[in-house]
């Protein structure tokens, strides 16, 4: 007869294998319900300069599809599906790239001077975390480092295929061949009634 430690040992053994057996069987280990992945990365130049700064997306021409992001470093850029430079899903893509003044530096430089005009009027010191409404306001008045119809899905005229391979693919955006402006939504329309 078994004794109670060497079956719970065995049970335990059992229930471990068959949660691996349905972890394999249900695309486990790390493929997230997504498929097999492959490796994108590449090059970002503007005008014949590596991009500083930015992201990348990839948006899928198949409406059910999943997209791919990356954020571009001295021009280089690596492409993540979910997480870890994992790559993207085989197929086209419309290709997004955007680069923004740092929002960062403006917002922690308008918080100082408040702060300071505060401290000064109450001779109080205020907390060092900038405020949100600080950030939104800088981000939203960062320029575009470049076109900003390269940033956005509807103007972009950037197109890529991903290969079930190991893919390669550099991109050379240009003042000259840059896809228009975006149109602006309007603003402060209320709904009618």
Known sequence: M????TLARVTLAAITL?????LTSCGGGGDFGFGKRFPV???????????EKGSINFIPDDPKGTGATGAIVN???????????????????????????????????DFEKARAARK???????????????????????????????GN??????????????????????????PPEPKAAPKGRGRKR
């Open 2 to 5: 078994f004794s109670s430690s």
């Open 18 to 22: 068959s949660g691996a057996v349905v």
């Open 41 to 51: 990365s590449g090059t970002v130049t503007y005008n014949g300069a590596p991009l």
């Open 75 to 109: 021009g280089a850029y690596s492409l993540s599906t979910s997480g870890d430079n994992d790559g993207a899903l085989p197929g086209k893509y419309k290709v997004t790239v955007s680069a923004r003044e740092d929002a960062s530096a403006k917002a922690k430089a």
């Open 120 to 150: 000064n009027v109450s001779g109080t010191e205020e907390l060092a975390v900038i405020p949100r409404d600080f950030v939104i306001k800088a981000e939203s008045e960062a320029k575009s480092l470049i076109p900003a119809g390269y």
């Open 153 to 178: 899905s509807q103007t972009t005229n950037l197109t890529a295929e991903v290969k079930e391979e190991t893919n390669k693919l550099d991109f050379k955006l240009t003042d000259t061949d840059a």
